[in-house]
């Protein structure tokens, strides 16, 4: 749990540091970038730790070799996927006059706390991993609580899967009746 969760302060404080740097203010939308970005900041470090666990796993113990691995197999999609959703959120960037000064800090904030989390995830958690993780690793078909959840999830999928039209049919239903709603929600509000 150290091992995901150390990040997410860390990153956070990152994005103080370079607010600071830059000259952007700690307002409500600055803090609310940073809010948004939370989701964000732990899913490359909780990528990497999983991947570091399974070839751990594979190879029987936790070994640097091994740790590296996992790292280098993950690393580059982790810091593409971070990159796209950073892109996200230039079109903030573009925003001019009142729009602009409302939601700058709020883009800047968020892409500074997923720039430190991107750099941690690829720096700081491998060299945690090599610390933290440790054995004997349990196969996951031993696991109790994953049997229950693929024994429900299974099914459920292989009906989606051989039912693919029903099932879009069954969802094309439901964003009719979803939009259907919208304009009279709009009038209540």
Do not use: W
Not at 6 to 22: A, G, H, N, V
Not at 70 to 90: D, E
Not at 152 to 170: E, S
């Amino acid at each position: 749990i150290l091992i995901v969760t150390l990040p997410l302060p860390i990153s956070i404080l990152i994005s103080f540091l370079l607010m600071k740097e830059f000259g952007i203010t700690s307002n409500i939308m600055s803090l609310t970038g940073i809010a948004i970005a939370i989701g964000v900041l732990v899913d490359a470090a909780i990528v990497i730790t999983e991947n570091v666990i399974r070839r751990c796993e594979q190879a029987g113990e936790p070994t640097r070799d091994a740790i590296l691995a996992a790292a280098k197999q993950v690393g580059r999609p982790i810091v593409f996927a971070m990159g796209i959703i950073i892109l996200a959120f230039v079109p903030i960037f573009a925003l001019s006059g009142q729009e602009g000064k409302l939601f700058h800090p709020l883009a800047f904030a968020k892409t500074f706390a997923m720039l430190g989390a991107t750099l941690l995830a690829v720096t700081i958690v491998p060299v945690l991993c090599t610390f933290l993780v440790r054995g004997p690793f349990h196969a996951e078909e031993r696991n109790i609580v994953m049997n229950f959840l693929l024994k429900l999830y299974d099914p459920a999928l292989d009906f989606a899967l051989k039912h693919h039209k029903t099932v879009l049919g069954i969802a094309t239903i439901i964003l009719a009746c979803a939009l259907a709603l919208v304009p009279r929600m709009g009038s209540e509000f």
